[in-house]
Structure formats: C-alpha cells, structure tokens
C-alpha cells in the first residue's frame, strides 16, 4: 500500500514539474504570438541600416560586415554567381532554399524569423538555421547580392542563458527538496492521529499530540484530544453505568430470593408472611420502576428528537402533577404554594409530566415534615420557566455539579427506604434538553432546594 507521504511527495514533484512545463510551452507560445514578430520587424530594420550603409560605401564592406558579426550576429551574404561569405559563428544548418535566395537577389525582402515554423519544445529565437533569418537585398559595385541577418545567440545571451538555466534548474531542485520535507512536516502529525486512532481502538486512551499548532491540523489535533477525553470519559461511564445497573438490579432480587425462600417455611407465623410478601412486593415494585427509567433513557439516548409533541396547557398539567402528590403532602403536613400564570406550551406532554412528577417527589421525599413546597410558573418573552422550590434538607455543594449524574445518590438520600436509583434526574435532564431547555439548580444544606426548569413556547 503506497504511504500518504509517498503520494504527496509525487503529487507535488508532478506539480512542479508540470508546471515548470506548461510555462515553457505557454512562455514559447507567447514568444510565437507576439514576439517573434516584433524581432523580426527589429531585425529588418537593422538589415536595412546594413543595406544603407553597404551601397554607401562598397569598398569598406568586408571589416564592416566582420565588425558587426562581432557584435553578436550571423551574417550570411551571396551574389547572383553563388559566391557564399559567412561572417561570424557559422550558422548551425544551412537550409536556405534557392527560391528564398533568388527572392531576395530580386529585391523583395525575406522574413525568415516571423515565417520560422514555430515548435512546442524549442523557442525559434534560439534556433541558429540560416532559414530562421532576415534577407534584404544589396546593390554593391554593379552586383547584386542578398545578405542574411540573425542575431548570434551564443554571443548576445550565452551568459544569460546559463545564468537563468541554473536558476530554472536550482529552483526546480530546491522545490522538489522543500516538497519533501514540507510534505514530511504535513504528514507526520497525520501519522501520529492514525496511530493514536488505534490505540483508542485497543481501549488505550492515554494520548498524547501536539496541539500547539496554529493551523488546521493543530486543531483537529486539538479537537481529537477532546474526542479522546470524552471517549474516556464516556467509555468510563458506561462501565459505571453497568455496574451501577448490576447493583441496583441485585439488592431487590437478592431480597426477593431470600423472603421467598423464607415463605417456604410451613411454620412461619402469619404476620411474618404478610410482612415478607409486602418486602417481595415493594422490591417487585422498585425493580419495574428501574425497568421503566432505563427504557426511557434508552430511547432518549437513542433519538432525542423523537418527541410526540403537542400544545397543552402548562398549568392544567402542573397543577395534576401537585394533585398526584395530595396524600404524602397530607400525610408529612407540608404547605403547598401555587404560583402559576395561564401559559400554553408545545411539547411532548407526557415526558414532561414525568419531570413535574420527579421534581415533586424529589421535593416532597426530602423535605421535613411541617415544611414547604412551592411551584412557579411565568413568561419570559418566548420562553417560559417552571421553579419548584422546597424546604428540605438541601444539597451540599460539592454534589451540585453531580446529580444529573446516572446512579448518583447524595449521601443521605441513600437508603434503602428512599427506593432511589439515581436515575431521575438523570431523565429530567434528558427530556429538558429534547425540548431544547435548561434545567437550573439552587440549594443550601438545611434551608431548601430550588429547580428552575426553562422551555421554549414552541
């Protein structure tokens, strides 16, 4: 399997050297389109200077033609007998056609430079062919002949043309090098998050990346540190969660299973009996009720969205949840307060039946007899909030960050009379949240709790 590194190191070697390409191919379509004809307009001019001055003075015609060979052109002359002087570096190919040479001795001038048949891979400036020159036609001494001009590359930019060939070449080698470490910079990091992906898929959550980096890497190494804390975090309480579930479920069963076994006895007297099965029943009850809490977390868990949402009154509802609770709030003597404003809310009613009736029986469990319970409901622009205060024993502060937690119990509360699973709150919270709520908590040992629940109208 070809590594990441590997890949990336040949996608941008190709990059670059595609690149490099199809700027030569596109710098040498530009030098076909627009300036080869203005070379060869420039070296006409010349031609015709050479030819002036030629015509003007026949018999110095021979150090004038060295002298501006010199200078850095090819200088190609012939009369109407084929006599041939070539003054200067010889020219690489001399493909000049008669027709070409007869065009000129007649007085027409020859365009070679602009009519050089242009190719992909080679810039016909460069191209030193007797072909690839300007012709003009000069009249020395009774004769005719038709001189050939070009400029002498070799001469004119042979330095330029090995100074900007290193560069070219350099900046290629340097890029392909700085292509390799970079792509080794970019996929090292990616590296150690494949390889921290499969220790988390072993079970291994003690990674360590690094996260000082200001680029989008350095925050997805950022972000998978948090994924691998939560994932911890999470894989931990599920663990918790079972363990939890695993003890609640076998202290009722161990109690049935002993006062069953006790009932067996046939000497066993009748108000024992009657008080073993009351047991059985009590734990049968507490065992249902831990049945039912689980599947609704289950199915919260599961599709929080799935809500069977309606429009119903909230204070027709709060007020059923309080009537529910007549006879214990009768029977410890507490005050009941009602502050409720008519308001109408859309939501699943039933889930948030159970959270009034949790909240209450919350309040009312553990709140001294002769105390307070109070309800308040209002609107608050397009939300409203529901507070269900007590006066009851409160919650230390330390436990406040930790009772929406699943199976927690503050110390007081567990008893085996209380019948709590710590689970309640638990789905309060999750069923607030489906409703895209909040549920808020106030509490000072030995003066009272107070639960603020907010809901949006709709």
């Known amino acids: 399997m070809k590594s990441l590194y590997a890949s990336m190191c040949l996608i941008f070697c190709s990059v670059i050297i595609v690149s490099s390409l199809l700027g030569f191919l596109v710098s040498n379509l530009y030098y076909q389109v627009r300036i080869k004809p203005q070379n060869d307009a420039k070296l006409t001019g010349m031609a015709h200077q050479i030819q002036t001055f030629l015509e003007a003075h026949p018999d110095s015609w021979e150090s004038y033609l060295t002298s501006t060979a010199a200078l850095g052109y090819r200088i190609y002359i012939t009369d109407e007998s084929g006599r041939e002087h070539i003054y200067g570096t010889p020219f690489r190919v001399m493909d000049l056609e008669p027709p070409h040479i007869r065009t000129v001795l007649d007085g027409q001038v020859y365009h070679g430079v602009a009519e050089f ?5 080679i810039t016909g400036f460069f191209d030193n062919q007797l072909r690839n020159s300007v012709g003009v036609p000069v009249r020395m001494q009774e004769r005719n002949y038709a001189l050939f001009l070009r400029p002498d590359a ?8 090995i100074f900007f060939s290193l560069i070219l070449g350099l900046a290629i080698l340097f890029s392909l090098g700085f ?20 220790r988390i898929s072993e079970g291994r959550y003690d990674i360590r990346l690094n996260v000082g980096r ?16 939560e994932l911890e975090r999470t894989n931990r309480a599920r663990q918790e969660f079972v363990a939890n579930v695993s003890h609640e479920i076998e202290s009722p069963l161990t109690s049935i299973q002993g006062f069953a076994n006790a009932l067996k006895d046939p000497s066993l007297p009748e ?4 008080e073993y099965l009351s047991i059985i029943d009590g734990e049968s009850r507490r065992l249902s009720l831990l049945s039912k809490q689980l599947l609704t977390l289950s199915s919260l868990d599961y599709d929080p969205e799935a809500l069977q949402s309606d429009t119903f009154d909230l204070r027709v ?15 410890k003597q507490l005050a009941v307060r009602l502050n409720l404003e008519p308001i109408t809310i859309r939501g699943d009613s039933n889930l948030l039946y159970q959270v009034w009736l949790n909240l209450l029986s919350n309040a009312v469990k553990y709140t001294a007899p002769g105390g307070s319970v109070s309800i308040a409901s209002r609107l608050v622009g397009e939300t409203c909030t529901v507070t269900v205060t007590d006066t009851g024993e409160g919650i230390p502060a330390e436990e406040l960050p930790l009772i929406f937690d699943r199976f927690h119990k503050v110390d007081r509360a567990r008893t085996h009379e209380s019948h709590s699973s710590g689970l309640g709150l638990a789905i309060v919270q999750k069923i607030i949240k489906a409703h895209n709520g ?17 809901l949006p109208l709709l």
């Open 117 to 121: 048949p242009s190719k992909p891979f």
């Open 271 to 274: 108000r024992m009996r009657l």
């Open 317 to 331: 509802q709060l007020r059923q949840a309080v009537q529910s609770f007549e006879w214990r709030l009768t029977e």
């Open 214 to 229: 200001r680029d989008q890497i350095g925050q997805l190494a950022s972000r998978f540190m948090t994924m691998s804390r």
């Open 179 to 198: 292509v390799v470490i970079g792509a080794l910079y970019i996929v090292r990091p990616i590296n150690r998050l494949a390889e921290a992906t499969k």
């Open 154 to 161: 070799q001469i004119q930019f042979g330095e330029l043309r």
């Open 438 to 454: 909040t549920i808020d908590v106030k509490s000072t040992v030995w003066e009272g709790t107070a639960f603020t629940v907010t």
